[in-house]
C-alpha cells in the first residue's frame, strides 16, 4: 500500500521542520541555557505547536535540548564536561572508522579522498569558518562511508552536530592548517 500524497507531503513537511529548528539548535540560535517558547516559534515557523513539539521531543533525545517540569524546553548548556566527552567519544569513533575503512576502503577511493584533501588544502585559512568546517566534516563523513558501516556514519553526523557549534569556533581560531596536516597523514596511512 502506498501512502497519500497529503500523508507524504506531511512528512516531508515534518522533516523539513526538524531540519530547520535542529539547525537552530545546532547554531545556539536557542540561547545556551533559555527556554525555547512554542507559541512563538511555531508562529515564527509558521507551524501548528503539534509538529513542533514532536520535533522538539526528538532534539531533547538527541542531546540538544532539555526539558524541564515547569519550563518546558530549554536549549543546552555549552556544558565543558559534556563538550570533552564528546570529543573523546569522537576520537574513539574515528579510530574505529578508520580501521574498517583502511579494510573496506578501495584504491580508487583512497585516491578520490587524496584528491579532495589536496584540493581543500587551497581554501584559505582566513574564509568562513563555516566553509572551513564543511570540508573537515565532509573528509571525515566520507572515510566513515568507506567504512561500509552505516552506523558509523550515522554516529559521527551526530556527534559532529552536537559539537559544531564548538568546532566552528575552533575553526576561527586558526585550527584549520592543523587538520589539513592530519587528514593527509590519515591518507597516506590508508594508501
Known sequence: ??????????????????????????????????RINEVELARRLNVSRTPLREVLNQLMVEGFLTRSVNRGFIARLLDAKQIHSLYEYRAVLEAG???????????????????????????????????????????????????????????????NARIHFVRWIDMQQGRRSHTQGEHMRIVQALE
Request: glycine letters at 2%; one cysteine or more; hydrophobic letters at 45%.
Open 97 to 159: 572508522i578508520v580501521r574498517a575503512a583502511c579494510e573496506r576502503a578501495t584504491d580508487e577511493e583512497l585516491a578520490a579522498l587524496r584528491a579532495f584533501v589536496e584540493r581543500s588544502r587551497d581554501v584559505p585559512e582566513d574564509s568562513d569558518a563555516t566553509r572551513l568546517l564543511e570540508l573537515d566534516e565532509a573528509f571525515h563523513l566520507t572515510l566513515a562511508r568507506y567504512s561500509r558501516n552505516e552506523e558509523f556514519v550515522r554516529a559521527l553526523e551526530s556527534v
Open 1 to 34: 500500500m502506498t501512502p497519500s500524497r497529503p500523508a507524504a507531503r506531511t512528512m516531508a513537511g515534518q522533516a523539513e521542520l526538524y531540519n530547520a529548528v535542529k539547525a537552530m539548535a545546532v547554531s545556539f540560535e536557542f540561547k545556551p541555557g533559555e
